[in-house]
T-cell receptor, first 113, second 113 residues
């Protein structure tokens, strides 16, 4: 079945450094890749997304890259701040049959002041 | 605009009891989903629906049933609760078409003792 692998599971960085989270998906028919940020006790919130016809997208300090051939996509956060500390989830929307969102297992990011 | 609303937010059940989680969305979305979230396991899809009157199994459907009698509502039922069903449950919805994001409810914390 469809699967999304996410690494690393935990990541600690110093404030101001960059953070990179990587995901790999299995279903080559996937065409949409959102990233979610989840703070403790809250719902996941969309922070950035990318479609399969685009290789890179940037929004201020956050960027996402997609390599369709390798079925990899990554989240890049630059100039990290303490408020970036949260759990981040990647997801892939499959189009095989019906639309389903399959999520990675999450990355707990800690930004150390 | 309330978005996606879940009730109840918190519930404690005894093993063997039954209950229903209600999800309502006011965005006229065709697709609705139920996920469960456990530590280190990410968001796993239980059941989903692509339209009124239709439901389908996700990754972890056993022990749950769902119904979508109205487009705006998606109910998740536990017929005989088990401690393994202790989790946080998130309902979500999305519109039809490629690349449309998924919106989450605030979550329902369920403990089975």
């Amino acid at each position: 079945g469809e699967n999304v692998e996410q690494h690393p599971s935990t990541l600690s960085v110093q404030e101001g450094d960059s953070a990179v989270i990587k995901c790999t998906y299995s279903d080559s028919a996937s065409n949409y890749f959102p990233w979610y940020k989840q703070e403790l006790g809250k719902r996941p919130q969309l922070i950035i997304d990318i479609r399969s016809n685009v290789g890179e997208k940037k929004d201020q300090r956050i960027a996402v890259t997609l390599n369709k051939t390798a079925k990899h996509f990554s989240l890049h956060i630059t100039e990290t701040q303490p408020e970036d500390s949260a759990v981040y989830f990647c997801a892939a929307r499959t189009t095989s049959g019906t639309y389903k969102y399959i999520f990675g297992t999450g990355t707990r990011l800690k930004v150390l002041a | 605009n309330a978005g996606v609303t879940q009730t109840p937010k918190f519930r404690v059940l005894k093993t063997g009891q039954s209950m229903t989680l209600l999800c309502a969305q006011d965005m006229n979305h065709e697709y609705m989903y139920w996920y469960r979230q456990d530590p280190g396991m990410g968001l796993r899809l239980i059941h989903y629906s692509v339209g009124e009157g239709t439901t389908a199994k996700g990754e972890v459907p056993d022990g749950y049933n769902v119904s979508r009698l109205k487009k705006q509502n998606f109910l998740l039922g536990l017929e005989s609760a088990a401690p393994s069903q202790t989790s946080v449950y998130f309902c979500a919805s999305s519109s039809q078409g490629a690349g449309n994001t998924i919106y989450f409810g605030e979550g329902s914390w369920l403990t089975v003792v």
